[in-house]
């Protein structure tokens, strides 16, 4: 079945570290995003990526980095830069970056710090 | 820039009973709109979505129409079931933006259903 898997589903992390979060899709999609949901809040995009090997920052990009090195992978780092870290992050892809393109989300990872 | 709002929740309905959640948006281009829904501790599906003005999405029972001129997608549903309990996300997605590509969500709509 073709779709989106984030790992891991759950992930503690110390104040002061890196940590890599995973997606991968296998729907031969050029675009892939990144966004953060927060309790009682819309998504807010973090990365976004139109083809392999590069990427432009979204609305809330600062604390985090990420990397498009296959067409299949885009994961998120979030780094010790960023604040607030703990929240529900989600990824996505889409064929194109149409206006009329359709955006599928994986399943999630919730990042909590210690 | 961009943005949607939705209408404040929870919404708490009987099995059966009637939805409507309002969703207006602002947007400079042309935009696309989208209704997504989120169960627990799961990711966003997308439940429908509509392209241009008058255009009518629908899917399972859910109806959306695209109306420019008050600039709104209000999400209906004749009859809810408990199983439709979830979270309800409006989204836009308009090329005439900064961020070509991106989404712009409201805060969501948390939906209950009693039997």
């Known amino acids: 079945d073709g779709g989106i898997t984030q790992s891991p589903k759950y992930l503690f992390r110390k104040e002061g570290q890196n940590v890599t979060l995973s997606c991968e899709q296998n729907?031969?999609?050029?675009?892939m995003y990144w966004y953060r949901q927060d309790p009682g809040q819309g998504l807010r995009l973090i990365y976004y990526s139109q083809i392999v090997n590069d990427f432009q920052k979204g609305d809330i990009a600062e604390g985090y980095s990420v990397s498009r090195e296959k067409k299949e992978s885009f994961p998120l780092t979030v780094t010790s830069a960023q604040k607030n870290p703990t929240a529900f992050y989600l990824c996505?892809?889409?064929?194109?970056?149409?206006?009329?393109?359709?955006?599928?989300f994986g399943p999630g990872t919730r990042l909590t710090v210690l | 820039g961009d943005s949607v709002t939705q209408m404040e929740g929870p919404v708490t309905l009987s099995e059966e009973a009637f939805l409507t959640i309002n969703c207006t948006y602002t947007?400079?281009?042309?935009?696309?709109l989208f209704w997504y829904v989120q169960y627990p501790g799961e990711g966003l599906q997308l439940l429908l979505k509509?392209?241009?003005?008058?255009d009518k999405g629908s899917n399972k029972g859910f109806e959306a129409t695209y109306r420019k001129e008050t600039t709104s997608f209000h999400l209906e549903k004749g009859s809810v079931q408990v199983s439709d309990s979830a979270v309800y996300f409006c989204a836009l997605s308009d090329p005439g933006g900064t961020s070509y590509g991106k989404l712009t969500f409201g805060q969501g709509t948390i939906l209950t259903v009693h039997p």
């Open positions: 947007a400079t281009g042309y935009p696309s």
């Open positions: 996505a892809s889409s064929i194109g970056q149409g206006r009329t393109d359709t955006q599928y």
């Open positions: 509509a392209t241009k003005a008058d």
């Open positions: 729907l031969n999609h050029d675009a």
